[in-house]
């Protein structure tokens, strides 16, 4: 089936700093992904919808200054977490939709941010 | 806003048949019902999906009341390593967006 990477899998940073998080379609190309942010014991929430070549389409309640996406290609979306402060620490994880057809929407494997 | 009720855990023991429960009593005919699971600091993971008719695959099989308002999945001979989240989503057809509802913690007893 196919596979969306994240990297890095986990990154630590210092409070104020920006952290980008790269998902990638590795054998198929993806004109849509999505971002989500999940924290410990708690459901996985959509925060946008990053489309290739436009703007990204942020969830009520997301701040778009704050978690820049970008998707510049049809295998790549990034997030960038701007600022980061200690309560941004939490798992990201990116998924796209898969082949034209398909029906099944496949999750990279999750980025675990913490903000020292 | 999730469409769907699941009950937040459910024990089931090794080797045993695991039936997870869903709501989704507003569910209009053009949604499917679609199945993922979340093992512990992993991504999610597609397990099956149906619209009205049953539908079986080499992981799960998916009943689908005739009313369509509740349905159930079934792990078969449930093993240590389907200890995972279950979510059960509401799609409507043509619509890539997955939102989450909170799912149902499986516990598989040795």
């Known amino acids: 089936g196919a596979v969306v990477s994240q990297h890095p899998s986990w990154v630590i940073c210092k409070s104020g700093t920006s952290v980008k998080i790269e998902c990638r379609s590795l054998?198929?190309?993806?004109?849509?992904m999505f971002w989500y942010r999940q924290f410990p014991k708690q459901s996985l929430m959509l925060m946008a919808t990053s489309n290739e070549g436009s703007k990204a389409t942020y969830e009520q309640g997301v701040e778009k200054d704050k978690f820049l996406i970008n998707h510049a290609s049809l295998t790549l979306s990034t997030l960038t977490v701007t600022s980061a402060h200690p309560e941004d620490s939490s798992f990201y994880i990116c998924s796209a939709p898969g082949l034209a057809g398909g029906d099944e929407q496949f999750f990279g494997p999750g980025t675990r941010l913490t903000v020292l | 806003d999730a469409k769907t009720t699941q009950p937040p855990s459910m024990d089931c023991a090794e080797g045993r048949a695991a039936n997870l429960p869903c709501n989704h009593s507003t569910i209009s005919g053009n949604e499917y019902v679609y199945w993922y699971r979340q093992i512990h600091s992993q991504g999610p993971q597609y397990i099956i999906h149906g619209l009205k008719n049953n539908e079986t695959n080499e992981m799960a099989s998916l009943i689908i009341t005739e009313d369509r308002k509740s349905s159930t999945l079934i792990l078969p001979h449930a093993t240590l390593r389907d200890t995972a989240v279950y979510y059960c989503?509401?799609?409507?057809?043509?619509?890539?967006?997955?939102?989450f509802g909170k799912g149902t913690r499986l516990h598989i007893l040795p």
């Open positions: 054998d198929f190309q993806a004109t849509t």
């Open positions: 989503i509401v799609v409507f057809s043509g619509d890539d967006k997955i939102i």
